[in-house]
């Protein structure tokens, strides 16, 4: 893999993450307090009541952002809020990562983004034979439907349970998810069993890249193959739109990486998280 297809991958998050939160902060009021910020190529985002890395990160920092870190740390310490700093493998110049520890900033975490590439002439992409794992569910009835705006109910259940969120929080995940149906690029599923929801996910198609994203599954589900299903489906989906590219994140080796592994897609980089050596009211 050459740099010009690391940059589409690190493109394809920024891209994601970017129409996610504009569609939060569209809210009425923008109850969750929303605010992207660009400082070069890099994308700052931040949440006010939503506290979570997740929410309050940086991307697509590089050396040339580099003058802007008093700024960027600025812009979230003024928001009482520590930011984290994810670095790919192609921008981790030597320079930057000393002025991020000057900076009081220490890695923390990796995380690893997989691809796979689709035939240009066709559009076609064959999954391994052993990516399969339907007879796994042969005693039970299995359906991955993408859902309609009356069912985020059902993945918001599935989200907080799947994730470790409180149940008391569904409301807030349904409605986050929720205004992103119909909007340009979103697709939204949900793995029921025996009419149960047990596994969600999300993609987003911009162009002819295609991102995997916002995975869970019922702790009493997993390993029976629920989100290698879902992440064929996403694929297949994905290529019907007339993707060349389609793009996964995961804990590096975590079961969503085997996962996305079984189903032909590879490893592109594995990128790193720089967080506050400083807790901020106990939020690092």
């Given amino acids: 893999m050459d740099v010009p297809v690391a940059e589409r991958l690190e493109r394809s998050e920024i891209e994601y993450m970017t129409d996610r939160m504009r569609a939060i902060e569209e809210r009425q009021g923008n109850p969750m307090g929303i605010e992207i910020r660009f400082f070069g190529e890099a994308v700052a985002f931040y949440s ?24 960027i740390i600025d812009f979230y310490r003024s928001r009482d809020r520590n930011p984290h700093m994810e670095l ?31 035939a240009e002439e066709d559009r ?25 705006l009356d069912q985020f109910d059902d993945y918001a259940t599935v989200h907080c349970l799947g994730t470790g969120l409180p149940i008391s929080g569904k409301q807030h995940v349904a409605d986050n998810n929720r205004i992103l149906h119909g909007r340009q690029g979103w697709k939204y599923y949900v793995a029921y069993v025996n009419n149960e929801p047990v596994g969600s996910a999300a993609s987003y198609i911009k162009g002819d890249t295609a991102s995997l994203t916002f995975a869970a599954t019922l702790p009493s589900y997993r390993n029976r193959g629920i989100q290698s299903l879902l992440i064929e489906r996403r694929m297949n989906d994905a290529v019907q739109a007339g993707c060349s590219l389609i793009v996964g994140q995961a804990t590096y080796l975590s079961s969503s990486f085997r996962n996305m592994q079984r189903a032909g897609m590879q ?18």
Avoid at 52 to 67: H, M, Y
Avoid at 126 to 147: G, T, W
Avoid at 267 to 284: A, V
């Fill in 88 to 118: 790919t493998p192609f921008k981790s110049e030597p320079t930057l990562l000393k002025s991020l520890a000057g900076h009081g900033f220490f890695q923390s975490s990796f995380h690893s983004t997989l691809y796979a590439v689709c």
């Fill in 48 to 71: 006010r009541e939503m506290p979570w890395p997740q929410f309050n990160t940086v991307k697509g920092i590089g050396l040339q952002e580099e003058p802007h870190l008093t700024e």
């Fill in 267 to 284: 490893l592109g980089y594995t990128r790193s998280t720089w967080s506050s050596l400083e807790p901020l009211n106990g939020l690092l």
């Fill in 124 to 148: 076609t992409y064959e999954f391994p034979k052993r990516s399969l794992h339907k007879e796994l569910l042969q005693k039970e009835v299995l359906q991955i439907k993408e859902i309609h």
